[in-house]
């Protein structure tokens, strides 16, 4: 089974249900007014371990995808390091306490991620691979180190979790 998802402006409003962005211009007078100027900014919280930074890289692929991951002990910092665009995709939290909680199928959203952007995902907000226009994408994560171990591992039922929603998505830009 198919299902067709079109790829939406990435906006402060947009966004907010799965995490914060962070953007040159929000709208909001800046905090602090000398240089540096500070015009926004965004949380970030670990559980049970240490923060770390991971230089992340990806080559182009289909725009499509099946599945997606959740994490409970860390919110998860992306920080683009080349100069294309990408799409992230994401849906919202469910139960932290029950690893069978999925999504509604029709609550995942697609959203085209621009160079001057930052972004947070909230603890347990579903999300899928980072899909880049561009042939090569570098980004960073800030993430957790055991989060990041047990994505190499894999170990799929602790902090990363990993499920089929059973449908094949088809991303339309």
Not at 118 to 136: K, S
Request: aromatic fraction near 10%.
């Amino acid at each position: 089974m198919n299902r067709l998802l079109k790829v939406e402006s990435l906006t402060k409003e947009a966004f907010s249900p799965f995490g914060h962005l962070l953007c040159p211009n929000p709208g909001i007078p800046p905090f602090k007014t000398t240089p540096p100027i500070f015009t926004d900014r965004m949380p970030f919280e670990v559980d049970d371990g240490e923060a770390e930074f991971v230089y992340a890289l990806l080559d182009r692929k289909e725009f499509t995808f099946t599945g997606l991951e959740r994490h409970l002990k860390v919110t998860q910092g992306f920080f683009m390091m080349t100069g294309g665009q990408a799409i992230i995709t994401v849906a919202p939290a469910t139960d932290p306490n029950d690893p069978k909680s999925l999504p509604a199928l029709d609550s995942v959203r697609a959203f085209l991620w621009e160079r001057n952007m930052c972004f947070v995902l909230h603890r347990g907000v579903w999300h899928g691979t980072i899909l880049p226009l561009e042939p090569h994408f570098a980004y960073i994560l800030a993430t957790r180190k055991q989060t990041s171990d047990e994505s190499s591992a894999p170990l799929y039922d602790g902090d990363v979790q990993i499920r089929d929603l059973g449908v094949t998505f088809e991303l339309k830009l």
